[in-house]
């Protein structure tokens, strides 16, 4: 029954903290943030502008941290801040883009996971296995 119980894996926190940033920072990058990078030019002008702060700042912002700000999550580089920033921006999507939709065609059931993930990590820290904690910053 032991084997049941999964007591033969040991826990580590630090090692799966590690495996969702990697996780989520990368298919960010690769799904969304590289693809407003590369196109920058063609919807700086045209991005949808939620709250307010402008077309332009709006676009700056979800581009950085879906780019920039998933990097730094991966690397553990200033990871909690990184990640407020993007479950921020994630929620924003789910709240105001896709109204709350978990299913249908405009279905914001990625953003809702997404947000809750970097939740998670701003929540926990980066972990010991990070460049925050290896110079001190809390994490």
């Known amino acids: 029954m032991s084997f049941l119980k999964l007591n033969f894996i040991p826990l580590n926190k630090d090692l799966g903290l590690l495996l969702i940033r990697i996780v ?9 943030g590289w693809n407003k990078l590369i196109n920058f030019d063609t919807k700086f002008h045209t991005f949808p ?7 332009e700042a709006s676009y700056i912002l979800v581009t950085y941290f879906e780019t ?11 990871a909690r801040l990184n990640a407020v920033g993007m479950a921020i ?23 809702l996971i997404y947000g809750i993930g970097f939740s998670i990590i701003f929540l926990n820290g980066a972990g010991k296995y990070s460049i925050d904690r290896k110079t001190g910053v809390r994490s």
């Open 49 to 55: 502008d939620i709250i307010g702060i402008g077309n």
């Open 68 to 78: 920039f700000g998933s990097l730094f999550v991966i690397l553990g580089l200033y």
């Open 89 to 111: 921006v994630m929620f924003v999507g789910f709240f105001f883009v896709h109204q709350l939709n978990i299913t249908g065609s405009n279905s914001g059931e990625l953003a």
């Open 24 to 32: 989520l920072g990368a298919t960010m990058i690769y799904a969304h």
